[in-house]
């Protein structure tokens, strides 16, 4: 069992910068993938990043050049720098960990005011 805990969010204005973290309630070492989505209204979940335990990235082609994922094994934390945030990333956005089952956190409102 994983619980992760996301914080960071809130409300920014376009062309501002955020830093999203998903705390996990135990060491995430072993858990390969781990990663962040986001929803809109009437949207379904789509995925931001993915982050692999040897490093590997995955960024959605939406958000590349401008969001950048991290993990931090040693306090069982991944991050999402969010740079020159724009509207359309108006979201909730939620963590994801990829062990034998998927574990989600309860999720982080980010709201980009143009």
């Known amino acids: 069992q994983v619980q992760l805990v996301e914080s960071g969010g809130g409300l920014v204005q376009a062309g501002g910068s955020l830093r999203l973290s998903c705390a996990a309630s135990r060491s995430i070492l072993h858990i390969n993938d781990m990663g962040w989505y986001r929803q809109s209204p009437g949207k379904q979940r789509e995925l931001v990043a993915t982050?692999?335990?040897?490093?590997?990235?995955n960024i959605a082609d939406s958000v590349k050049g401008r969001f950048t994922i991290s993990r931090d094994n040693a306090k069982n934390t991944v991050y999402l720098q969010m740079n020159s945030l724009k509207p359309e990333d108006t979201a909730v956005y939620y963590c994801?960990?990829?062990?034998?089952?998927?574990?989600w956190g309860q999720g982080t409102q980010v709201t980009v005011s143009s």
């Open positions: 982050i692999s335990s040897g490093g590997t990235t």
């Open positions: 994801q960990a990829k062990a034998v089952i998927v574990y």
